[in-house]
């Protein structure tokens, strides 16, 4: 499985951004995606995860009520909208497939949110 993240950029606070994770090679057996984050000097983090078949989701608690992750299954394609983003939320976003034990995971996007 291949994983691609786009959509990370430069924001001001308060502002939006939608990434996007297109996966590509066997997708059929992804149980779980989700998004991850890095920020300087930190461990990765668990942003949102969301269940492939029935779309079930989990957020980390910073982000809930302000990120909304989802899948387009017939695209491949995972998202993940972030609104009301904070200077917190500076980070490098991974993208992560889980299939038969074995996790994926893309080069990641960088998001910089600024003041």
């Known amino acids: 499985v291949t994983l691609v993240e786009s959509g990370g950029g430069l924001v001001q606070a308060g502002g939006s951004l939608t990434l996007s994770c297109v996966a590509s090679g066997s997708t059929l057996s992804i149980n779980v995606m989700g998004w991850y984050r890095q920020a300087p000097g930190k461990q990765r983090e668990l942003v949102a995860t969301?269940?492939?078949?029935?779309?079930?989701?989990n957020y980390a608690d910073s982000v809930k009520g302000r990120f909304t992750i989802s899948r387009d299954r017939a695209a491949n394609t995972m998202y993940l909208q972030m609104n009301s983003l904070k200077l917190e939320d500076t980070a490098v976003y991974y993208c992560?497939?889980?299939?038969?034990?074995?996790?994926?995971w893309g080069e990641g996007t960088p998001v910089t949110v600024s003041s």
């Open positions: 969301i269940t492939n078949r029935g779309g079930r989701t």
């Open positions: 992560k497939a889980s299939l038969l034990g074995i996790n994926y």
